[in-house]
């Protein structure tokens, strides 16, 4: 089965600037979830989404980050303005019923850097 | 909050030689995962541990899941440079399905 697909690949902004990632996870996966993994941390998670309703955006910093998922597929995640700290590589994962038992399934990732 | 860290940050070691990565958790967790990140990769997913104590092997990987299921650690015998890339591991927040990873553990090996 084709794998989680992320574009861009990179992404280079300015300060106060805004960006926007997208997410298509694997076929038949219901839920799909945006990560933030900062330089030489672990994944940290956004947002979760099942279907096209979100479970959990605890960690969502909602002044600035933003994120849809349209007829429970595709997902795009938008922050506006971008601030320096934000740089990060943003992944999305996808899951058949949850990361239980099988874990989560990575995209690639969308390498964020903010100057 | 539930956190996770793991021991050591970073390690080098020869090839041939053996590595241990430890995680341990604040909270009791019902399972632990760990997953590996390649250089400039993305974290795949390697394995899950359910039962305390649990024990299970993937070739020349050993994974132990501690009898107060607290802590978690990965042993490889006899690195290789294939091996190289940060190991983390992931156990999921009290009653849900949402996963807190751990600090991770950077593995260089040189040849």
């Known amino acids: 089965e084709a794998g989680v697909a992320q574009s861009p690949r990179y992404k280079i902004i300015e300060k106060r600037q805004s960006v926007a990632f997208w997410c298509n996870p694997i076929?038949?996966?219901?839920?799909l979830y945006w990560y933030q993994q900062i330089l030489g941390q672990g994944p940290k998670l956004l947002i979760q989404f099942q279907n096209n309703g979100v479970v959990d955006d605890s960690q969502l910093p909602k002044d600035r980050f933003s994120a849809e998922r349209l007829k429970g597929v595709d997902s795009t995640l938008k922050i506006q303005p971008a601030k320096l700290e934000d740089s990060a590589v943003y992944l999305c994962a996808s899951s058949r019923d949850g990361p239980n038992n099988y874990g989560y399934t990575f995209g690639s990732g969308t390498r964020l850097t903010v100057v | 909050g539930q956190q996770v860290m793991q021991i050591p940050q970073y390690q080098h070691v020869q090839e041939g030689e053996d590595f241990t990565t430890y995680c341990n958790s604040s909270?009791?967790?019902?399972?632990i995962q760990w997953y590996k990140q390649r250089p400039g990769g993305h974290p795949v997913f390697l394995i899950q541990?359910?039962?305390?104590?649990e024990v299970k092997k993937q070739k020349r990987l050993t994974f132990q899941f501690g009898e107060a299921k607290k802590n978690s650690s990965l042993h490889i015998t006899a690195t290789q440079t294939t091996d190289v890339g940060t190991y983390f591991c992931a156990g999921p927040t009290s009653g849900t399905y949402k996963y807190i990873f751990g600090t991770g553990t950077r593995l260089k090996v040189l040849a």
């Open positions: 909270t009791t967790l019902s399972n």
């Open positions: 541990l359910v039962k305390s104590g």
């Open positions: 076929s038949g996966h219901a839920t």
